[in-house]
């Protein structure tokens, strides 16, 4: 089966940069368009960035400037680069899968991070 798996969340101050991964197994990767989500307390899930196979790159306006979508395809992995985090970047960050076909969207188990000092 599918599986993604996420990782890189942490504590880590305001101000602070962290770095997500989150690999992919038992797709065709290069076929999916992969993104980032995440979910505060309380909230909403909310797309954070997403990515196509040949990099057109989508950004919440919450994150333009300060977060960076990427992904390396011979590794099955995308990134995201979080940089100038504040406090209300808190939130457990889910990777997720998109393919051609509506059955074809898959989920990370999640990853916590938490800004604060």
């Known amino acids: 089966q599918v599986q993604l798996v996420e990782s890189g969340g942490d504590l880590v101050q305001p101000g602070g940069s962290l770095r997500l991964s989150c690999a992919a197994s038992r797709i065709i990767f290069s076929m999916y368009i992969m993104g980032w989500y995440r979910q505060a307390p309380g909230k909403q899930r909310e797309l954070v960035a997403d990515i196509t196979s040949g990099s057109s790159i989508n950004y919440a306006d919450s994150v333009k400037g300060r977060f960076t979508i990427s992904r390396d395809n011979a590794k099955n992995t995308v990134y995201l680069q979080m940089n100038s985090l504040k406090p209300e970047d808190t939130a457990v960050y889910y990777c997720?899968?998109?393919?051609?076909?509506?059955?074809?969207?898959?989920w990370g188990q999640g990853t916590q991070v938490t800004v604060s000092s």
């Open positions: 997720n899968a998109r393919g051609p076909r509506r059955v074809d969207n898959y």
